[in-house]
């Protein structure tokens, strides 16, 4: 079982991608465990404030630390925390390694910034790993985490109905996937190849592979080095 928490300013935007197919089974399976907490219940004074200026007059609002502090020590507290993770574009590219090792882990909070971002201090001090899903900037960290979340939560073994099927999906074993086909075997005229027809279980896997390795080659000849 592995205990996800993470941290926003918007709950709502984590509420659905986290709450159907996979991940959804996988929770119910008691495989995961994601808890949402909302930065504001940390927030101080009537207004429950959570963000403020930033220092130097750039525009933008920037996260505090203390509510921040306040959350991660509270759970801290709870129980031993694997990774501290910070969803940010200047993080490291999230790349199938990665998910493949957090998804041994078993407990990671995962803090998602808004606005301008997060006080620096926070990254220095409680942050251990930050996290990027790509080289673009996002309005807030919420998408990206999901993006981890369903990326290691499929790995777990038993979230995914065949246990094989992550194994054989792109990146892992640094190639990418072999085209796949479903009924009708023709339609317009445009055919499934012939050998996915054959029943014949080893012309099939070699069949994959060479599509795997020819696609990688084409597509990402990065991978095969
Ligand atoms: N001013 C920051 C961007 C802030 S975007 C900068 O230029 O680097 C607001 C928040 O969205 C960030 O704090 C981060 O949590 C999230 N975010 C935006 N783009 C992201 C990306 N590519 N990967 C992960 N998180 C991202």
Redesign the pocket.
């Known amino acids: 079982m592995i205990r996800i928490d993470i941290i926003t300013v918007l709950p709502e935007l984590l509420e659905s991608p986290l709450s159907h197919s996979i991940v959804q089974r996988a929770k119910d399976k008691g495989l995961a465990n994601i808890v949402i907490h909302n930065l504001r219940d940390y927030g101080k004074g009537k207004y429950r404030q959570t963000d403020d200026y930033s220092f130097g007059g750039d525009a933008?609002m920037v996260i505090m630390i203390e509510p921040v502090y306040k959350i991660i020590s509270k759970l801290k507290n709870e129980r031993q925390y694997d990774e501290v993770i910070?969803?940010?574009?200047?993080?490291t590219l999230l790349d199938q390694s990665i998910s493949n090792s957090l998804s041994l882990k078993s407990n990671l909070i995962i803090l998602?910034?808004?606005?301008?971002?997060?006080d620096h201090r926070i990254r220095e001090h409680l942050i251990t790993k930050e996290?990027?899903?790509?080289?673009?900037?996002?309005?807030?960290?919420e998408i990206?985490a999901a993006i981890l979340c369903d990326s290691i939560i499929r790995l777990i073994p038993g979230a995914i109905s065949d246990e094989t099927s992550a194994l054989s999906d792109s990146f892992q074993d640094n190639l990418l996937a072999p085209p796949v086909y479903t009924r009708p075997a023709s339609f317009n005229g445009w055919e499934v190849p012939k050998v996915l027809l054959s029943g014949n279980p080893k012309l099939i896997r070699e069949w994959q592979e060479s599509q795997s390795f020819e696609r990688t080659k084409k597509l990402r000849p990065n991978l095969l080095k």
């Open positions: 933008g910070y969803m940010s574009p200047d993080g998602c910034g808004h606005y301008k971002g997060i996290i990027s899903v790509g080289d673009y900037v996002l309005s807030g960290g990206p």
